[in-house]
Structure formats: C-alpha cells, structure tokens
C-alpha cells in the first residue's frame, strides 16, 4: 500500500493527464471523421473535449504546483540570499493557501447551487456537477501539492539548503 501511495504522489497528476489528453484526441479525431466522413457529427462531442480540457488543465495546474513550474517572475527572487528564497516561496506558498480557501469555498458554493436546481450539461444531459467539479478537485490537489512544497521549504530552511527553485518553462 506505501508503495501505491508513493507512485500515486509522484506520478498522479502524469497519469490523469494522459488520460484526459488522450480522450480529448479521441473524441476529437472520432468527430472530425464522422463530420468530414460519414457528413454526421454529435453534439455531444465538442461538449465532452471541452470538459476534458477543463479537467486536463485542472490536474495540470496541480503538478505544476509540485513542479513550481508555474510561470512567474523570478529575476529578483535569484538576487536575493539563498536562505531568503525559502522564505519568499513560503509567504508564496501561504498566499496560494489562502486563495485556494477561497476558491474551494465558492467553488463548493456554485456546485451546492447546481445540485439545488438540478442543472444539466446542455449536450450530454448530465449533472453539471460532474464538470464543475473539476475546480473544488484542482484546489484540493493544488492544495496538497503547496503544503508538500511548503514542508519541503521549512525542511531545507532547518538543514541550511537553498530551497527548490523548480523547473523552469523556458531556458
């Protein structure tokens, strides 16, 4: 079981967004045949990519929370001392908290709201509930990734390392 969980932590977000990506290109590529071939398309499959995407960028959004490879502006953060740059990427860590709090909250809020009117996907004739909740999921796990990333920081600021920078998106 340690070693399902270990797998999960480190590779999750890699798998799910295989897996979205991949249904997203199918569901593409079956409904550019059907319209180009068979000169028939759904309705459904515009709607179903499109959620597929909102989910793949949610998951996304978690790894690159764990990979710190989010864009940002870090020409300042290189002039500071190491031991500052552990500091800065916690109060950083700290304000994401906050905010996913937040956008948990209202997120949790508009799904109560859908479930109370019983709204439906306009092609698929499902709960909207299922798509929507793809945000309150991508906080949650952006949520864990920042307190594992803000452990990693308080441990490398104890042992006097110079904290994670990431990866960064270009060279």
């Known amino acids: 079981m340690h070693k399902l969980l270990r ?12 897996v979205f990506y991949c249904f997203i290109v199918f569901v593409i590529v079956v409904e550019v045949l059907r319209r180009f071939v068979l000169d028939f398309s759904s309705l459904w499959g515009e709607e179903a990519a499109r959620y597929g995407f909102i989910y793949l960028g949610w998951v996304g959004a978690s790894h690159g929370v764990k990979q710190r490879a989010h864009i940002r502006f870090d020409f300042l953060l290189h002039m500071l001392p190491p031991r500052w740059k552990g500091w800065v990427y916690l ?22 709201t859908q479930i109370q009117f019983d709204a439906l996907a306009p092609a698929l004739r499902v709960s909207q509930v299922w798509f929507s909740a793809a945000v309150p999921l991508g906080f949650a796990m952006m949520t864990v990734r920042v307190l594992q990333s803000a452990w990693r920081d308080i441990r490398d600021l104890r042992a006097g390392r110079e904290a994670y920078a990431g990866s960064l998106l270009f060279d």
């Not at 999960?8 to 799910?16: A, Q």
């Open 91 to 112: 109060f950083g860590e700290a304000c994401t908290l906050v905010f996913a709090g937040f956008a948990l909250y209202w997120s949790f809020q508009t799904i109560a």
């Open 7 to 18: 797998q999960v932590d480190e590779n999750g977000e890699r798998y799910l967004m295989l």
